[in-house]
């Protein structure tokens, strides 16, 4: 059963980058995007970015100019990078699977979260 | 982007009773490409159901979705003590970015 698990940091200063690492087990990363998605307290899950096998990345337009993801396929895992971040960007992080098949192309598996909080 | 509103924002129900979740998006998402999650405090969001209708695995039968276009519904048919979350709508149609709705809280009346 495949399984994904977020790590990093729970602290960071305002201004500084924000970096996540998802480690997926159980099964292959290639064939599915690999997404981030964030729940700010008491908001609605935002959609972050996903990237695929190949390194290929599409991401959300709020995020875009300070938003890296990326793959690491020999380590089964990929990661979040953002920029410049502040108080606003203090959420549970996850990271999240998708299929290529648009007809199926929801978020069938998710990691269990990871709190960011923004702080000096 | 695809903005998806739902209502109400907290349904207080007793178990066994008859819950009915609304998602409003702001355009066509069509007829397949809406999935509703679950998510219980402290845990994240886990799959209900998927192209408007379908349940994912493991969901009884007590939880069903219809719609199409720009109207869909989550209807719990009796609430079981477990129920009680919050559930989120999710559009992944071809129009990205991917967005979710805002939740509606099903709590213990």
């Known amino acids: 059963q495949v399984q994904l698990q977020e790590s990093g940091p729970g602290l960071v200063k305002p201004s500084e980058t924000l970096s996540l690492n998802c480690s997926v087990s159980?099964?292959?990363?290639?064939?599915?995007?690999l997404n981030w998605i964030r729940q700010s307290p008491g908001k609605r899950l935002e959609w972050i970015g996903y990237?695929?096998?190949?390194?290929?990345?599409h991401y959300n337009p709020s995020f875009e100019s300070r938003v890296t993801i990326s793959v690491d396929t020999s380590r089964n895992q990929f990661s979040l990078n953002l920029k410049s971040v502040t108080a606003a960007d203090t959420a549970v992080y996850y990271c999240?699977?998708?299929?290529?098949?648009?007809?199926?192309?929801?978020?069938?598996?998710w990691g269990r979260g990871s709190l960011v909080t923004v702080s000096s | 982007e695809i903005v998806l509103t739902q209502s109400p924002g907290t349904l207080s129900l007793s178990p066994g009773e008859r819950a009915t979740l609304s998602c409003r998006a702001s355009?066509?998402?069509?007829?397949?490409?809406l999935a509703w999650y679950q998510q219980k405090p402290g845990q994240a969001p886990s799959l209900l159901i998927y192209?408007?209708?379908t349940r994912a695995t493991g969901i009884p039968d007590r939880f069903s979705g219809s719609g199409a276009g720009t109207d869909f519904t989550l209807t719990i048919s009796r609430l079981e003590p477990e129920d009680f979350a919050v559930y989120f709508c999710?559009?992944?149609?071809?129009?990205?970015?991917?967005?979710f709705g805002q939740g509606t809280k099903v709590e213990i009346k």
């Open positions: 159980g099964g292959s990363i290639n064939n599915y995007y």
């Open positions: 990237v695929f096998y190949t390194g290929t990345t």
């Open positions: 355009q066509s998402v069509g007829s397949r490409f």
């Open positions: 192209g408007t209708s």
């Open positions: 999710q559009q992944y149609s071809g129009s990205l970015p991917w967005t």
């Open positions: 999240a699977r998708a299929s290529l098949n648009p007809e199926v192309r929801y978020f069938d598996v």
